[in-house]
């Protein structure tokens, strides 16, 4: 019996074998990695040739060489790996939140893949030959959110993994503007964002980072941004693959031209605009669309698949239908007031007039008698039809005198659908913005239907909230998005995990028997039990439409069908999840090792004045505690001639001054693991100090557990806040809370038995100035995630708790299995199949305690936690 509740697997596909975050760094002994190259290489102009096409020149085109592009070098990228950093599969997290009670039911018949299966064997490999599975054997497709720089990221699928050509969609929704300030969340929870304002400037190192590498030259960066991305996404697209980039007008003249440059002139299929819900206030003309640009990879051999809309009253396409058949046979002419459909129009067929001749004479006789009169082609013309084609015409009451002529009554319902064009009106109507630049899903499922099929696979390197990657899984394509931001890609984790979509029947599992004139819903019966395929390549039981015409009805030849690719048809006796998918990262930004940040400090300049802005704020705002009325303020500070300890500095706590030690991590990357270490373990040696505070924008995972109490002093994890990165790019200075103490997860394991329950109880932090580990409140925690089978290498999220939200995640779940509830019984086969929903699971879903789970001896259990601003924590614990 099938499940109520399934989702999509793409078991036909495969992926290369990647290592996990745990194994970061294995990959360096695999035989690929070693032999292979450091960086990859591209041509910086792939397909104009100075002096013969026309050409965009912009600062900075061809680097080094200035605007000598004959002389230009090419374009060289970092070949870096990624790494799978969480599993999910949603159909496995719903599995706990229903029962299905069901009488006489076959053993084993709802039991769900194993987690390994989900994500296609990829879990469990023999530890000796771990290595040398990298990269050269395959698992069963899963899809990828990935967090990294979009061209280091699609680098590595064409270097490390050898995708090229694998692509057939891409779709690319590339920041508008080029001014700080604007589209960047910077909390999961909150899209009230105001271009310009300080206070809703980004919260993260790798988009300031992006920024001032990105948009240095204004316009000139954001074409080389653009370009660099398109000649790498080029390499990734298979020869009938699309490439579509969502623009405003600001820069569409000049996006269209490098567009040219990098995927030929020859390639442009269409510019597409897209009607705005209203236009953007103005002096001058508003704005109200939006323009997508598409490209082929080759235009002679694109995948494409037109779409249609029905007619519809008030639109031109219907409106030139302005006669009807009434019930009893006769025609009248539609008032103005019922083609607008200011009033009914009454039951009846909608038709037009249209001629019977064609230009040119013909030999044959045209002589045509109807209703006892003879009709003749006027001169120069001739009957688009035979005689007899006319006379079965007329049979069919298709042909209608007007005046002195014969006319071909067209119905509407003959063809009742019009292709879509270049111009999409009304595409951002009622949709539910989770992200402050989020992109209408109906664009981007229009580009996707026109050019790809189910199972093929689409890439968005602009992920942000996810929308591609929804539709794509709607859809049944598969998938992988990128982005740079932990905040977009939370949003989209979340999204994903939550969602649910329609279920649509699959042609390899149902059996579909249109009406012979397909005017109607199909006869869709399900193949016997054990006969399913399951297999999402062959596509989904489409609406399909007739298109007769003059000539099918004249002819006596069936007419044609058009099928409608946005029109599945929908099975709701079930519902369906986001299929299993990686979260995986790529580091753009490795741990600094305290060589390499003490090399920095000595020549690099521009760190030293970093340097005295730590100190001023140190020494203005302090370090904030956790108590609202009290900060760590300094009284002074040194510099120490120190690869791990680099400043020294005293403070006033209850007992007086005392002294404490500091770490400053780079400005721009990760506190590596052993920088910690290294500090700490000098920190001992003096011995002469209560505190040892390590600063940071980020620190490698599992830091964390590192900010406990060492016996003589106390380790803190400090984060710094991002305007010390903004010097520059803030209208203001910020002084206050420029340095927060990083609280750990007070998480406990509390055992019943054979089970046990986690329970996060709040966030220890240390106060330097009291000396004392106080516990606050986990308000700040945005949802956490629970690994109840930890094995060391993997995390697969198995329960997910949404603690800091409004509590509607998972509104779509319970929306669905309701529904699903609703229908009572279901019976087939002697079976009585019902589904109950656990309330007490539901309400669990938001809180900080787990459900209970089944734990033995030596048992990981791994604890995940991520804040609002997108910082994660991860704990292991064991039984």
């Not at 996006?255 to 605009?273: T, Y």
């Not at 007619?311 to 025609?331: F, M, Q, V």
């Not at 710094?720 to 200075?733: A, I, P, V, W």
């Not at 949802?783 to 329960?799: E, P």
């Amino acid at each position: 019996m099938p499940k109520p509740v399934k989702s999509i697997r793409h078991t036909a596909d495969k992926r290369a074998h990647t290592p996990s975050s745990e194994e970061a760094g294995y990959e360096e002994a695999n035989p690929h990695v070693q032999d292979g190259d450091q960086q990859a290489t591209y041509p910086r102009n792939p397909v104009v040739h100075r002096g013969q096409d026309p050409e965009l020149w912009w600062l900075g085109k061809y680097g080094a060489a200035g605007d000598d592009g004959e002389a230009a070098e090419p374009l060289q990228v970092d070949i870096r790996s990624l790494y799978r950093h969480e599993h999910i599969a949603p159909e496995a997290l719903i599995k706990g939140l229903y029962r299905i009670v069901e009488e006489k039911a076959e053993p084993g018949q709802d039991e769900l893949f194993s987690v390994n299966e989900l994500f296609g064997n990829s879990l469990e490999r023999d530890e000796l030959e771990k290595v040398s599975d990298y990269y050269t054997h395959s698992d069963g497709w899963s899809n990828r959110l990935i967090q990294g720089d979009s061209l280091l990221v699609m680098n590595s699928l064409l270097e490390r993994e050898g995708m090229a050509g694998q692509v057939q969609c891409i779709y690319i929704d590339p920041p508008y503007g080029i001014k700080y300030g604007s589209n960047w969340q910077i909390k999961l929870n909150d899209r009230n964002i105001t271009d310009g304002k300080d206070d809703h400037l980004s919260g993260e190192p790798e988009q300031i980072k992006a920024f001032r590498d990105t948009w240095e030259l204004g316009i000139h960066s954001y074409l080389s941004y653009l370009r660099d991305r398109l000649i790498v996404a080029k390499e990734l697209l298979h020869e009938s693959g699309s490439c579509f980039v969502q623009i405003s007008d600001e820069n569409v003249h000049l996006v269209r031209c490098l567009m040219d440059e990098v995927l030929g002139s020859e390639n442009f299929v269409s510019q597409i605009a897209v009607q705005k819900t209203g236009g953007a206030a103005a002096k001058l003309l508003p704005t109200t669309i939006d323009l997508v640009i598409w490209y082929a990879r080759d235009k002679n051999t694109v995948k494409y698949r037109q779409l249609y809309e029905y007619r519809a009253t008030g639109n031109t396409n219907l409106d030139r239908y302005d006669l009807i058949l009434t019930k009893d046979g006769s025609p009248r002419r539609l008032s103005p007031e019922e083609i607008r459909g200011e009033i009914p129009i009454g039951e009846g067929e909608r038709y037009q007039l249209t001629s019977l001749l064609s230009d040119g004479e013909t030999s044959t006789t045209q002589d045509f008698n109807f209703d006892g009169k003879t009709y003749r082609p006027r001169p120069g013309t001739h009957w688009k039809t035979t005689v007899k084609g006319l006379e079965r015409l007329a049979s069919f009451g298709r042909i209608e005198k007007m005046g002195k002529t014969l006319r071909y009554r067209r119905l509407a319902s003959d063809f009742p659908v019009v292709p879509i064009t270049d111009r999409w009106d009304s595409m951002q109507v009622g949709v539910g913005l989770v992200y402050v630049v989020q992109t209408a899903a109906s664009v981007i499922q229009r580009c996707l239907l026109m050019t790809t099929d189910p199972g093929d696979l689409v890439l968005d390197p602009t992920c942000g909230s996810g929308t591609t990657a929804y539709v794509a899984e709607q859809w049944g394509r598969r998938w992988i998005t990128t982005d740079t931001s932990r905040i977009a890609l939370n949003i989209a984790k979340a999204r994903l995990m939550t969602a649910t979509f329609p279920y649509y029947h699959l042609h390899s599992d149902v059996e579909a028997t249109y009406p012979k004139d397909f005017r109607g819903k199909p006869k869709i019966t399900p193949k016997p039990e054990g006969s399913y395929a399951h297999d999402i390549r062959e596509g989904f039981v489409y609406e399909k439409v007739p298109h007769i015409t003059l000539g099918s009805i004249a002819n006596d030849e069936p007419p044609a069908t058009e099928t409608l690719y946005d029109r599945p048809h929908e099975d709701n006796k079930r519902m369906r999840v986001a299929g299993p998918f990686t979260v995986e990262t790529l580091q753009n930004y490795e741990p600094i090792s305290p060589e390499a940040l003490a090399a920095q400090r000595e020549s690099d300049d521009d760190l030293a004045s970093f340097e005295d802005l730590v100190f001023e704020h140190l020494s203005s705002a302090g370090v904030k505690t956790g108590d609202k009325k009290e900060n760590a303020v300094f009284t002074r500070l040194d510099r120490l001639a120190s690869a791990n300890l680099h400043a020294d500095g005293f403070y006033q706590s209850a007992d007086g001054e005392k002294k404490a030690y500091l770490h400053i991590g780079p400005k721009f990357g990760t506190v590596s693991k052993r920088a910690v270490n290294e500090a700490v373990r000098e920190c001992r040696q003096k011995g002469d100090a209560p505190w040892l505070l390590i600063l940071g924008f980020s620190f490698e995972s599992g830091i964390q557990e590192m900010t406990k109490d060492l016996g003589l002093f106390q380790v803190s994890i400090v984060r710094m806040h991002d305007d010390l990165m903004q010097e520059g790019l803030l209208k203001k200075d910020k002084k206050a809370a420029s340095f927060v103490t990083i609280g750990e997860p007070d998480i406990a394991l509390v055992k019943d038995g054979d089970t046990a329950t986690i329970e996060i109880r709040g966030l220890d932090i240390y106060d330097p100035i009291k000396d004392i580990v106080k516990s606050r409140d986990a308000h700040d925690i945005a949802y956490w995630m629970l690994d109840d089978d930890y094995d060391g290498s993997n995390f697969v999220v198995r329960q997910v708790f949404f603690c800091g939200g409004e509590q509607k995640e998972f509104d779509k779940w319970r929306k669905g299995l309701e529904s699903l509830a609703k229908q009572a019984t279901r019976k087939r086969a002697q079976t009585t199949l019902k589904v109950e929903i656990d309330e007490e699971a539901f309400d669990q879903l938001y809180g900080h305690q787990s459900r209970p789970f089944k734990i033995q001896p030596k048992q990981k259990i791994a604890i995940r936690v991520i804040s609002q601003f997108g910082e994660e924590t991860t704990k292991v614990m064991e039984v």
